[in-house]
């Protein structure tokens, strides 16, 4: 078997584009929600400050191996979801790794990160972090239920695994998406979609008033800005699974940020309308709506 | 000393027995340390620049001063636009607002909070009260000049001062910072004992090791 070395610079280069459209685009993102709240909001480059801050803060402590493991865990779900799906459908150069990897493994890194953070946030032994990842576990757990069976129910209609497959049956005109072509499976993962992104109404993991920002409470210097280089990856990567099993994936850079940021406002769009909901809430709100959603679509399948 | 700080025997789930010394296993008592700048005057600079255009503030209102700064999340003086957030904890916190007058209880946590914030960190002291007691300048349970109990970078004087007031101070801080004169931490450091010394006496209960981070 022969290795592509090329490969190597073209991943480097699309993680670097992701970075900084995520780095953007999530400012963009607070900006759009605090001007519903009529306040002007940050500045667009606020995160790259925020970042080289907590990187040049010049003392740091540690609670032990699993705590500097925790953010290492996040970062590499982020990056591991991001290579194994096809950023751009078609391009030799960013398609990564996405011939390796099918559904089930990118399904697997989206929890993978939530998994390292929960032993990381763990360790450093500070109680609003075990209850702020006791409730994301939970609530994360619920969330995915929609969005697996909303998964199922396309890899059956296309009898498929692969990501790149699926997004090769959906092209040719917008009426070819899942979006049209199966409706159901698509509106239960952007409700369990909502429950991922960690805004409103599903934010009571981080919980900023009650228990101080839960999981990484006693995260600081150099592991926070390791996280919040994952904020940025992760929910790109995730908004690109979507992208590409329901929107009919992206084939050059302009649809890519067009499709992602739509995306990415549904979750905004969402959050500054309604207020928060308590985890046995949004649980109960998950089984009761989009579970079912989830069950017809594979049904109607 | 509390009776949740003194030496005791713990079975643990597994039915071993083993001794628990609370001031010693659940805090680390290492003193601080002067923690040098970056050693290429541009790193340091470009440093200094981000942590001046990215003040963290903890969220911790011991006066009444508490309430002129809620107004600053609001639309009417946003202050997230020249880059100040808060913090809800203090491991993440760069800048310590002391808001008004500071009682010798509230300073016990002032000071726990103060020493888990990491290097570099600042110190405002917001209203009279932290200049000279203000209008408590003759009562027995507050303290009267902060800067004898922590490092405080700049004063905000007034009685109260309005927000505005205190987005021009977070101004005045950012050209410290970015001048690389705002050392309070390390001057904690230096002064350890001097710092110390003073805190013991107004604080009579002292049931907390001397540096807990």
């Keep these: 078997m022969s290795f592509d070395w090329m490969k190597i610079p073209y991943s480097l280069l699309t993680l670097f584009i992701v970075v900084n459209y995520g780095f953007l685009l999530n400012a963009l993102i607070q900006k759009i929600g605090a001007r519903a709240g009529r306040r002007y909001g940050i500045p667009i480059w606020q995160n790259y400050v925020d970042m080289i801050k907590n990187y040049g803060l010049r003392s740091s402590i540690t609670h032990g191996a699993m705590f500097y493991l925790g953010p290492v865990f996040r970062l590499s779900g982020g990056v591991g979801l991001l290579l194994f799906v096809p950023t751009i459908y078609g391009s030799y150069m960013f398609s990564n790794l996405s011939f390796a990897g099918d559904l089930i493994l990118a399904l697997y890194f989206i929890f993978f990160g939530t998994l390292g953070m929960a032993l990381g946030a763990g360790e450093s032994g500070h109680p609003h972090a075990a209850i702020g990842v006791s409730r994301g576990l939970a609530q994360v757990s619920t969330a995915e239920l929609p969005f697996a069976l909303a998964v199922f129910a396309v890899a059956l209609q296309y009898q498929t695994l692969s990501v790149t497959e699926i997004v090769a049956a959906q092209q040719g005109g917008f009426m070819q998406w899942t979006l049209f072509t199966n409706p159901l499976a698509v509106a239960a993962a952007m409700l369990g979609f909502l429950g991922s992104m960690m805004r409103p109404p599903f934010d009571v993991v981080i919980a900023p008033q009650e228990i101080p920002i839960g999981p990484p409470t006693e995260y600081h210097s150099s592991y926070l800005a390791l996280m919040q280089t994952n904020r940025a990856i992760f929910p790109i990567a995730k908004i690109v699974i979507y992208m590409n099993l329901f929107f009919g994936g992206a084939s050059d850079w302009p649809t890519f940020f067009f499709k992602v940021f739509l995306i990415y406002l549904w979750s905004a769009f969402v959050g500054v309308v309604f207020p928060r909901f308590r985890v046995e809430q949004s649980i109960r709100w998950f089984l009761i709506w989009a579970v079912p959603l989830g069950i017809l679509s594979i049904i109607f399948v | ?213």
């Excluded at chain 2, 007031?165 to 001097?194: C, T």
Aim: glycine content about 8%; charged content about 25%; aromatic content about 14%.
């Design chain 2, 1 to 213: 000393m509390k009776d949740e700080l003194k030496i005791r025997v713990v079975k643990g789930p597994d039915g071993v027995e083993f001794e628990v010394e609370p001031l010693k296993d659940y805090y680390c008592e290492a003193a601080p340390t002067v923690m040098p700048a970056a050693y290429i005057k541009v790193v340091e600079d470009l440093f200094n620049w981000a942590r001046s255009e990215s003040i963290w503030i903890l969220g911790f209102g011991t006066g009444c001063g508490a309430i002129e700064m809620r107004p600053l999340m609001t639309p009417r003086f946003d202050a997230y636009r020249f880059g100040v957030q808060w913090r809800p904890t203090p491991r993440q916190a760069n800048l310590f607002v002391i808001s008004g007058y500071l009682s010798t209880k509230t300073l016990k946590r002032a000071i726990r909070s103060y020493e888990q914030m990491q290097n570099p960190k600042y110190v405002i002291g917001l209203g009279s009260c932290t200049i000279n007691g203000g209008m408590y300048w003759d009562s027995y349970n507050t303290i009267k000049r902060l800067d004898d109990y922590l490092p405080v970078d700049l004063y905000i004087a007034g009685c109260m001062p309005r927000p505005e007031a205190l987005l021009a101070g977070f101004q005045d801080m950012k050209k410290l910072i970015r001048a690389g004169k705002a050392e309070g931490a390390n001057l904690y450091a230096e002064n350890f004992e001097w710092y110390k010394a003073n805190q013991k006496r107004v604080i009579h209960d002292w049931d907390m090791p001397d540096y807990n981070w």
